[in-house]
C-alpha cells in the first residue's frame, strides 16, 4: 500500500479566514445589479455550465443550477495522513482491519445494537466514510434464524443508515438517547435470548423518533487537533458580517459538573470545547469510539464499562466485553479504532471536476461572498500535536465547529450537552464530493435541498440563504460544483 503525499501539496488553495464586510458589502450591490462586474460575475459558457461528475447530462444556460451528484473516480479517501512514521502507518493498518471486523454475540454483540461493524455504517466512498448507497441495516435484520421480525419504515434497502433518538421519555421529560433497533434474538450464538425490538409504530405516531445518520471521519484527527483557543477566536471573528446576517454561534462548552436535580449528570468531562457528532456533543475521537462501540454495536469496553440492556438471559460474554488485552499485550479495540481515525488522511478535493477548475474557483468566491464560509469556516489550523504529521498543520474541514440554530425546519428537539434542540454543528464539508446523503437525518441526497433546508423560522442560516437566492442560475452552479470538487 502506497502512502500518498499530504493532502496539503495537492489542496489547491488556502482559504483566507476573514471575510471583510467591505468585500460583503460591495458583493451585495452586485447582486442587485447582476451586470456589475465581480470576480464571480458571469460564468464562461462551455465551462461553469457543464454538470460534472455522475450525471453527464450538459446544462444549457440559464438553466436551473443542479447539484452534480457525487462525483465519479478515485474516492480519494481512505488513505493514512501522509507523513507518519512507519510504526505509525503500521497501527493504521492493523487498527483499519479492526474499523472492518463484524463482531459477534460470542464476542458481545448486542444484546440491543444497530448493526454489527464500523465500517457497516461509515464505509462511502472509503472506511471512515458516511453512509453508503445500500443501507448495510437491510441485510443484517435477516440474518436471523426463524421468522424475520419487519423492519421500521425508516430502514430502506437504498436509504441511509439510520440510528433513531427519541426525542421524549413517556412521562414527558426529555429523553434524546439512542434507541438501538435490533436484538440479538434469533442470532448465531444468542440461544435463550427472546428479546423485542422497540415497537417504533406509537413512537413514530406521536412524532417521538428523530434520526442521525453517520458523520464521515476523514480527517478526523487533524479536527481533534485543532486547539480550543483557535476555535474561539474564530467564532468571533468577522463579528458584524455575522451580526448583519443573523448569524451567532457558540463552542458546545461540556460545563464540568452540571447537574440537574434528580437526574443523572451525563457528560460534563473537563469543560473543553466538544467537537464530533451532529451536535458537536463529543470530545474526543477515543471517547466517540468508545461510545459506537456500546451503543451502536453493544460492545462494552474500558470507557463504558456496562451493558445498556442487562437482561440476564441475553449476556454471552464478560463485561466489559473488550478491553486491552494484558496477557497478550495487544491494544483494545476502542483504542484501535481511535488511532485509525485519527490517522485516517482527509479527503483530496478535486481542482477540476465537476465543471473545470474556472468553474469551480469561482465557486469557491462565492461560497466566501454569499456568507456560506461565516459558518463553513474553510480552514484553521491544528496546534502542537504529539503526532508529527497531526502537528500545525492546515485543515480545510469547512466547519467552524460551533453549533447554531438551525430553525424549526431542521430541528430535532433533542438537546447534547449545551446545544438545543435546534442546533446543529456547523456540518465539515470536506468531502462532501463523494457524498450520498446529506443533512443530520439523511433527508436529502440533492446538494440544492441541503441548502435550502438552511431557512426556517429562526434559523441563523436565513441571511445566507436568502443570498444564496439571489444568485444568477450559472453562479449558483459554479457554487455547486465548487461543493462537489471538495
Ligand atoms: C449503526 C451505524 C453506526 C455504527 C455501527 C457506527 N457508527 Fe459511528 N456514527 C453513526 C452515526 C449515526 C453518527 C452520528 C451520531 C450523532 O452525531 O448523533 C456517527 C458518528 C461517528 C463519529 C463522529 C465523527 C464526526 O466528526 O462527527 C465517530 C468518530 C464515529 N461515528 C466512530 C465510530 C466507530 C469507531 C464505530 C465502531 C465502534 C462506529 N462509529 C460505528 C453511526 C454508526
Ligand atoms: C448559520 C451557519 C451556516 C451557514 C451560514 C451555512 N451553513 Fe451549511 N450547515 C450548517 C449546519 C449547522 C449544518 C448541519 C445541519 C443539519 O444537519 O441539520 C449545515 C449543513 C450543510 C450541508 C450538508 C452537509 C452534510 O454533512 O450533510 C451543506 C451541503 C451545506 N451546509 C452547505 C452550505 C452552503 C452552500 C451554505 C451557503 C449558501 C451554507 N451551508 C451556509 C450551518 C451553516
Not at 434520526?211 to 471521519?217: H, N, Q, S
Not at 451525563?266 to 467537537?275: F, I, K, Y
Not at 462501540?293 to 464478560?318: H, K, P, S
Not at 456540518?427 to 433527508?443: C, E, S, V
Request: aromatic content about 6%.
Amino acid at each position: 500500500m502506497t502512502v500518498p503525499p499530504t493532502h496539503r501539496s495537492t489542496h489547491r488553495r488556502n482559504i483566507a479566514l476573514a471575510i471583510s464586510a467591505v468585500a460583503f458589502l460591495s458583493f451585495e450591490i452586485a447582486i442587485v445589479s447582476p451586470r456589475a462586474q465581480t470576480p464571480s460575475g458571469s460564468a464562461t459558457p462551455g465551462v461553469g455550465n457543464a454538470v460534472g461528475g455522475g450525471s453527464g447530462n450538459a446544462r444549457q444556460q440559464g438553466d436551473p443550477a443542479q447539484d452534480p451528484g457525487p462525483r465519479g473516480g478515485d474516492p480519494g479517501a481512505g488513505a493514512p495522513i501522509g507523513g507518519l512514521q512507519d510504526y505509525e502507518n503500521t497501527y493504521f493498518f492493523g487498527a483499519l482491519d479492526e474499523f472492518k471486523a463484524p463482531e459477534t454475540v460470542a464476542e458481545g454483540l448486542g444484546p440491543r445494537m444497530n448493526l454489527d461493524s464500523c465500517v457497516g455504517c461509515h464505509s462511502q466512498p472509503a472506511a471512515g466514510g458516511s453512509s453508503p448507497a445500500v443501507n448495510p441495516q437491510f441485510a443484517f435484520a435477516s440474518q436471523v434464524s426463524g421468522a424475520v421480525p419487519p423492519l421500521p419504515p425508516f430502514i430502506t434497502a437504498n436509504g441511509p443508515v439510520r440510528e433513531t433518538r427519541y426525542v421524549r421519555n413517556p412521562d414527558g421529560s426529555p429523553d434524546g438517547g439512542v434507541h438501538a433497533i435490533f436484538t440479538i434474538s434469533g442470532r448465531p450464538g444468542a440461544d435463550g435470548c427472546s428479546m423485542s425490538p422497540p415497537d417504533y409504530g406509537p413512537q413514530l405516531a406521536a412524532n417521538n423518533v428523530i434520526f442521525r445518520i453517520p458523520t464521515p471521519t476523514f480527517g478526523a484527527g487533524l479536527i481533534e487537533n485543532i486547539p480550543d483557543s483557535a476555535i474561539i477566536a474564530n467564532a468571533t471573528s468577522n463579528a458584524p458580517t455575522k451580526t448583519s446576517l443573523g448569524i451567532r454561534g457558540r463552542p458546545n462548552f461540556q460545563v464540568s459538573g452540571r447537574t440537574i436535580s434528580g437526574q443523572t449528570n451525563n457528560n460534563g468531562n473537563d469543560g473543553t470545547v466538544a467537537r464530533f457528532g451532529w451536535k458537536a456533543q463529543n470530545k474526543s475521537l477515543l471517547l466517540f469510539a468508545g461510545e459506537a462501540y456500546n451503543v451502536e454495536m453493544g460492545i462494552t469496553n474500558e470507557l463504558f464499562q456496562t451493558e445498556r440492556d442487562e437482561t440476564g438471559t441475553c449476556q454471552y460474554a464478560t463485561v466489559p466485553n473488550d478491553t486491552t488485552n494484558l496477557a497478550a499485550g495487544t491494544l483494545s479495540g476502542i483504542e484501535q479504532f481511535a488511532i485509525f481515525m485519527r490517522f485516517l488522511a482527509p479527503p483530496t478535493p478535486s481542482t477540476d471536476s465537476p465543471g473545470g477548475s474556472p468553474s469551480i474557483g469561482r465557486g469557491s468566491r462565492l461560497f466566501e461572498s454569499v456568507g456560506c464560509a461565516l459558518c463553513h469556516t474553510p480552514s484553521m489550523q491544528t496546534g502542537n500535536a504529539a503526532v508529527a504529521a497531526l502537528r500545525n498543520k492546515a485543515v480545510n474541514l469547512y466547519s467552524d465547529l460551533l453549533t447554531h440554530n438551525m430553525g424549526t425546519g431542521l430541528a430535532d428537539g433533542v438537546s447534547q450537552g449545551q446545544a438545543g434542540p435546534q442546533d446543529f454543528r456547523t456540518a465539515p464539508l470536506w468531502g462532501l464530493g463523494q457524498r450520498l446523503f446529506f443533512l443530520h437525518d439523511g433527508r436529502t441526497t440533492d446538494l440544492v435541498t441541503a441548502i435550502g433546508a438552511h431557512s426556517s423560522s429562526g434559523s441563523e442560516g436565513n441571511g445566507v440563504v436568502s443570498n444564496f437566492n439571489q444568485l444568477s442560475e450559472n453562479q449558483k452552479q459554479d457554487l455547486l460544483n465548487f461543493l462537489r470538487s471538495l
